[in-house]
């Protein structure tokens, strides 16, 4: 379930992605028709236009390795939900993937990793069946067990009637080398129990880390760059009208190049 769960949020992370480059390389083309136009007034060189060009070139680049890494996992999410060999065009649905980034911090994390993660609780079961197998052994050591009543009749005709206890002396089984094996069992149980819950709490703090640094840079980005290069992005979407001079088209370049991290948002 877990493995499902992340791997619908890189989707939806790379639909998102598509999506802004897409917007990304229609900036780039507006910047190139705004060159263009410079260009024949005598306003603008061959090579501004050139350059926006293989800014262009450069992004398609880049959309392209988007779309190749949203088709991968589009093909592993049909594998995880068993549908490995049905077609892998198909949208997620991105709303099912919005997470409050404040309500995780460091401490909830390690709890979720000690509570959801499917390999930590295989190795708990594993203890508890070992353990529950050496108190069977322990209870063991008495083979033979029986309990009842008793009628017998003596020389002078009386009855006697009472319980009768019958245990079996454990003269040279008393169990131990079973007790021996299930207690080893236990303990083998119990260490890789250990190990796998300390591999988990350090995964998911490292997760947290990059999860926290990742916040961190969006909000950077959302309050700074991404206001900053929508206002350029904005003029240079006006550089016709701007006076003769203005390089605005290398303007929106550079705000087409901001503008698709900015939006990113975090996987």
Do not use: C
């Amino acid at each position: 379930m877990a493995e499902v769960k992340s791997t619908h949020t890189r989707i939806a992370f790379g639909q998102n992605a598509l999506t802004l480059s897409d917007d990304n390389v229609a900036t780039i083309q507006r910047s190139i028709d705004s060159l263009d136009a410079r260009v024949r007034g005598g306003e603008g060189t061959p090579l501004d236009v050139n350059r926006a060009k293989q800014q262009q070139a450069k992004a398609q680049a880049e959309r392209s390795l988007v779309v190749r890494d949203l088709a991968k996992e589009r093909r592993r999410m049909l594998e995880l939900i068993g549908f490995a060999g049905e077609g892998a065009e198909w949208t997620a649905d991105v709303s099912a993937t919005v997470v409050s980034a404040t309500s995780i911090d460091e401490p909830a994390a390690i709890a979720l990793a000690a509570s959801q993660r499917l390999d930590v609780a295989a190795a708990r079961s594993i203890v508890e069946a070992q353990q529950a197998d050496l108190s069977v052994e322990e209870r063991s050591r008495l083979k033979d067990f029986g309990l009842g009543a008793d009628f017998e009749r003596d020389v002078d005709g009386k009855k006697t009637i009472g319980p009768v206890l019958e245990v079996g002396i454990p003269i040279f089984d008393t169990n131990a080398a079973q007790i021996a094996k299930a207690g080893s069992l236990a303990r083998v149980a119990l260490a890789s129990y250990e190990a796998v819950s300390q591999r988990a709490v350090r995964e998911a703090r490292v997760a947290w880390v990059e999860f926290d640094s990742a916040s961190r840079l969006a909000g950077q980005y959302r309050t700074t760059v991404l206001a900053i290069s929508e206002r350029n992005l904005t003029l240079a979407e006006a550089a016709p009208q701007v006076r003769p001079g203005r390089r605005d088209g290398a303007a929106g370049l550079t705000a087409g190049a901001y503008r698709r991290p900015a939006h990113v948002e975090r996987p």
